[in-house]
Nanobody
């Protein structure tokens, strides 16, 4: 069974940067794409970014375009989320997710594998 483990969260001042990692462990890992979502207290889980595992196609939510960059290292079975120019509204638990098919990147139901999440807190 494959497990996803996020790391790299923490407390940062507004305008600062963080780099999140999501490492897959377990049996052979071969997703179609990987995504990052976030969930703030009292809010629904929202899409942040996604990347295809083979071609490196990337998709971003409008709220993070130009500030966040998603990347992957196939050899390490790891996905990264570089977050720059952080704002207080970026505060949330960030979760990575894996999917085995194409389609809408924005909906949570298209992802079958989820990590536990890592907390990101941006102070203003």
């Amino acid at each position: 069974q494959v497990q996803l483990v996020e790391s790299g969260g923490g407390l940062v001042q507004a305008g600062g940067s963080l780099r999140l990692s999501c490492a897959a462990s377990g049996r052979t890992f071969n997703p179609y794409a990987m995504g990052w979502f976030r969930q703030a207290p009292g809010k629904e889980r929202e899409f942040v970014a996604a990347i295809t595992w083979s071609g490196g196609t990337t998709v971003y939510a409008d709220s993070v375009k130009g500030r966040f960059t998603i990347s992957r290292d196939n050899a390490k079975n790891t996905v990264y989320l570089q977050m720059n120019s952080l704002k207080s509204e970026d505060t949330a638990v960030y979760l990575c997710a894996g999917r085995t098919s194409s389609g809408n990147y924005y909906t949570t139901r298209n992802y079958s594998l989820w990590g536990q999440g890592t907390q990101v807190t941006v102070s203003s």
